[in-house]
């Protein structure tokens, strides 16, 4: 008996220590970095993988994308929830350490709360020379989107948010001819 209350405490304590909030149709990310599970350091590039899915499913839901960005050190999941997303749901991301093959667990909690006042009027932009990375990065999102409010679309100031975001490639693009080329 004692067991089992140890355990779900502990459970409980690994959950409520990584809780997201998402809003529905407004874009998020969420950073998978070593630190999500106690690795301090890496010896060698990409040292430690990840793999991210739904809490008892082989895969995210449809909504969500994990992907890994070398500059960045981590992985990123990232998506869009659609309106009524039912939650919170509760994301599963196993690490893996390639020099020495453990593996270690975390359970995400995401919330998602209802959008207030939806959006009237979308635009769409194909950026050529950034890659999906780049715009998960915070300060480049808040430049871009600095660039729409003050300058492209001074109408949006109040109320930018992004929707979507998705790498060329995913969509359908080639790949560069020149690697060093954002894929857009
Ligand atoms: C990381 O360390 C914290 C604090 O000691 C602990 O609660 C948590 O379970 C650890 N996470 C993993 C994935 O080992």
Redesign the pocket.
Known sequence: MANIIILLLTTW??VS?HVHNAVETEMFAIPISPNL??WTYQEFDQQYRFHASMQGKPELPSWLRYIYSGRHHSGFIFGTPPRGTKQPITLEVIGLNRQDFET???LLTLRVQPKQNMARHEVELKIDNLNVEDLLDEHRMTRLKDILRTKLWTESSQDLYATFLASAIDLGARLPLKPSDGEG
């Open positions: 304590v690994v220590g599970f106690n270690r667990r975390v």
